[in-house]
């Protein structure tokens, strides 16, 4: 455990040293908060209400959204793709240290700075714009849905930067993956605003349960008519995808090669 906690610290050292970069990132998340509010104040400046949402409950999604996202989606597993390819995880392999161990510490510091600022702008969005926020609800029902979207993120990335076992190209499946994923789990709007059929098929995908399900609950509380099975299929997609993922690096590195130094 030791060793994780170092390479937690390690990790965190890391962001001083490489100041501009995260400036950059957080520029860019405050951009795509800001751009998404206003199009949603644009939409409230002619009604009181869009589908079963007031302006107050819909702009306190958007913003508790924004907050989870930039908590769930931040992570550094995108170099391991390139690690694999040049052959550079060879150094990781050769240490006393689990594959899955290293990059779970890393997110963790990952995630640790970048919701420490995401709840500073946060705050400064709120009260810059005086929006009105409904309370947060049911709080540890939110952790357990936000502990499984982590969970289910992690497994992700990692999939997609197992790639790199098999094709160089990973660059861009990832890109257009993600763009796919942050559409589709509720990071621009509500999912239950959609068609009920579409809403109803969406909660058998992993991807509801990265953004929409946590944000629904801290703004809405539990929804009786399909807790239960958002409950299961949200644990289940976390505890299936993280055995697929350690499927898939087992296969991979057994047919592991590389050309490098």
């Not at 170092?6 to 998340?29: D, G, H, I, P, S």
């Not at 170099?79 to 694999?84: D, R, V």
């Not at 990781?92 to 702008?121: H, Q, V």
């Amino acid at each position: 455990m030791r060793r994780y906690f170092q390479v937690f610290t390690v990790t965190l050292k890391e962001y001083f040293a490489y100041r501009l970069n995260f400036v950059l990132w957080r520029f860019r998340m405050i951009l795509s908060t800001r751009v998404t509010l206003f199009l949603w104040m644009g939409v409230f400046d002619s009604r009181s209400a869009f589908g079963s949402y007031s302006k107050e409950r819909l702009l306190s999604y958007l913003l508790f959204s924004s907050l989870v996202t930039t908590f769930i989606s931040s992570s550094r597993i995108s170099n391991l793709a390139y690690e694999i390819q040049s052959g550079g995880i060879m150094n990781l392999l050769l240490k006393p240290l689990s594959i899955f161990g290293y990059y779970a510490a890393t997110d963790a510091a990952d995630k640790l700075m970048n919701i420490f600022f995401g709840i500073i702008e946060f705050i400064i969005i709120v009260f810059s714009f005086k929006i009105p926020l409904v309370p947060p609800q049911q709080v540890g029902w939110f952790l357990v849905f936000l502990c499984s979207g982590v969970c289910i993120s992690f497994s992700i990335n990692l999939m997609l930067s197992f790639i790199g076992f098999w094709t160089p190209d990973v660059w861009a499946p990832r890109f257009l993956f993600m763009m796919l994923v942050t559409f589709v789990s509720g990071a621009y709007f509500p999912l239950d605003l959609l068609p009920s059929i579409v809403y109803r098929i969406f909660l058998f995908t992993p991807f509801p349960y990265l953004y929409f399900m946590p944000t629904k609950i801290l703004v809405d509380g539990i929804q009786n008519t399909y807790f239960i099975q958002q409950l299961i299929c949200s644990l289940g997609w976390a505890i299936g995808l993280f055995f697929l993922a350690r499927f898939l690096w087992k296969k991979g590195i057994k047919n592991f090669s590389f050309w490098g130094r």
